[in-house]
């Protein structure tokens, strides 16, 4: 028999959902807004969990928040991409904010003044996503619904820029005939596609890079470009034009635009390593992992900039960073939690936090870019 209670939901997780407290257990509630009454129904297979109770659905919203809006998206709710339009573009920013800060303190051991103040840079809410992943299945195009592994059908996607937008609605996006699954990027007057053109270039700031649709390059251009001005900002501010390394690199998105007289590229990914090196023609690229390549560097460096994956940096980097003198070092990362157990042991190893700024990439979602500049 299924439980029912009327909560009040206090504060967003990680992961974008609503949580609450409810007789000492921490209840998960999804599509929920800060300051929320609902009617809740538990899941009785997770009652009585320790941590957490699972919330299978909303029964009712007793009581709005001031911060609910109502969702732009037709698809919200049952297309797994978005994950916060019932809630204020505002609010998200600020919750973004306090999900960061609470990852410091709690993974990271910071107090609440040993952090410097953490700027976010705001996004369009819409229309912002230039790299989408479409699904077919059995005939429908559109994105795997949420919890499920059936195809939510769209006719069209309010976050995808622009260009892409038109073609859903125009229904002149191609398929690709040998694909259940493709990527498309737009951004000003490019267009590429895993079905069509999947090569060419993309203007960001003053640079042309050349770019593959089927190869990782990050969204929301415009916000690109402002994190790109300050990381260039504080390399010349500090006067870094010697030797620079750029772990994770990827096709040279960040490393490109460094005024650094020796760049070394490190990137598994052999794909983007051959865009780097047409991007960046005086770098020395390395197909390589950046683990496999910290265990046996024998060079020092100015800079270093890393943007590693969501699971952070790994062992052999924390060793290999720490080992470093005189070094500046630019940690760009896509998740606070492992951002915050990273910081605490360069911190730990000698480093200081200069600079903190968050970016959000994905509105509408409960995904937030940090860049955090670093000395030793």
């Known amino acids: 028999m299924h439980t029912y209670c009327e909560i009040l939901i206090e504060r967003l997780s ?28 538990i899941d009785p297979v997770h009652h009585g969990r320790a941590a957490f109770i ?40 600020a919750e973004k904010i306090r999900i960061v800060q609470e990852n410091l303190s709690r993974i990271g051991g910071f107090s609440s003044n040993s952090i410097v103040p953490l700027d976010i840079h705001p996004s369009s809410p819409f229309g912002y996503r230039n790299r989408v992943q479409f699904h077919r299945k ?6 795997m619904s949420r919890h499920t592994n059936q195809i939510s059908a769209i006719d069209n996607c309010i976050v995808a ?17 040998d694909k259940s699954r493709w990527t498309v990027y737009a951004y000003r007057d490019t267009f590429l596609s895993e079905a069509e053109k999947r090569r060419g270039t993309v203007h960001i700031g003053n640079r042309a890079l050349n770019i593959d649709a089927g190869v990782f390059f990050q969204n929301n251009g415009d916000l690109l470009e402002l994190l790109i001005q300050e990381i260039v900002h504080y390399v010349q501010k500090n006067a870094l034009n010697g030797r620079a390394a750029d772990f994770y690199g990827g096709v ?27 991007n960046i023609p005086y770098a020395h690229c390395f197909a390589d992992t950046v683990d496999h390549f910290v265990r046996y560097a024998s060079k020092t460096y100015d800079l270093i900039l890393v943007d590693p994956p969501r699971s952070g940096l790994s062992q052999p980097v924390h060793a290999f960073l720490v080992k470093q003198s005189d070094l500046q070092l630019v940690y760009v990362s896509c998740d606070s939690a492992s951002l915050a157990r990273d910081l605490k042991i360069l ?20 995904h937030i870019e940090s860049v955090v500049f670093l000395k030793k």
């Not at 949580?19 to 807004?33: D, M, N, Q, Y």
């Not at 911190?347 to 409960?366: M, N, R």
């Open 161 to 177: 820029y622009t260009a892409i937008q038109d073609r859903l609605q125009k229904k002149q996006l191609v398929v690709p005939p």
């Open 252 to 278: 040279g998105t960040l490393s490109a635009f460094l005024p650094c007289s020796h760049i070394d590229i490190i990137e598994e990914q052999r794909s983007a390593i051959e865009l780097a090196k047409k």
């Open 54 to 93: 699972e919330i299978i659905k909303i029964i009712e919203i007793v009581e709005q928040s001031p911060v609910r809006v109502a969702a732009q998206c037709p698809y919200f709710g049952t297309c797994g991409g978005c994950s916060l339009q019932h809630i204020s573009y505002e609010a998200q920013c």
């Open 14 to 41: 990680a992961a974008g959902e609503g949580i609450a407290h409810s007789e000492g257990k921490r209840l998960v509630v999804p599509f929920t807004a800060p300051g929320d009454r609902v009617i809740a129904e």
């Open 138 to 143: 059995e005939g429908k195009i559109g994105f």
């Open 347 to 366: 911190i730990e190893g000698g480093y200081s936090i200069e600079k903190f700024s968050l970016y959000d990439f994905y509105p509408q979602t409960a």
